[in-house]
């Protein structure tokens, strides 16, 4: 039900923004924006949209029992911060063990 309701609003979403980057595309070819120009304005469009759907991503999460966002943050927080912190963590020692800890 509500996982049918929420990828469908995502697809709609995602030909909009397709939508939007075809018509500056247009805009950017007609007017014959030079290149620098041109890559400053379609990163500011990708860079807004990227934005957007984290702050969706959070809003979804949020939503969730309390148990299984510290669940999620667990999976997908703590291994990023024990493999980017060898130092901290020690290079030596396992992630499975570092999680541990």
Do not use: W
């Amino acid at each position: 039900g509500s996982f049918f309701k929420f990828h469908q609003k995502r697809e709609f979403e995602v030909q909009r923004f397709a939508q939007l980057m075809a018509s500056v595309q247009q805009y950017l070819d007609l007017y014959e924006v030079p290149p620098s120009l041109r890559k400053a304005v379609l990163n500011h469009f990708r860079f807004q949209q990227a934005n957007q759907r984290k702050q969706k991503t959070i809003e979804v999460i949020g939503r969730l029992p309390l148990e299984i966002q510290a669940k999620l943050r667990h999976c997908d927080v703590l291994p990023i911060v024990v493999d980017r912190n060898p130092s901290l963590f020690g290079a030596g020692l396992s992630r499975d063990y570092c999680m541990q800890i």
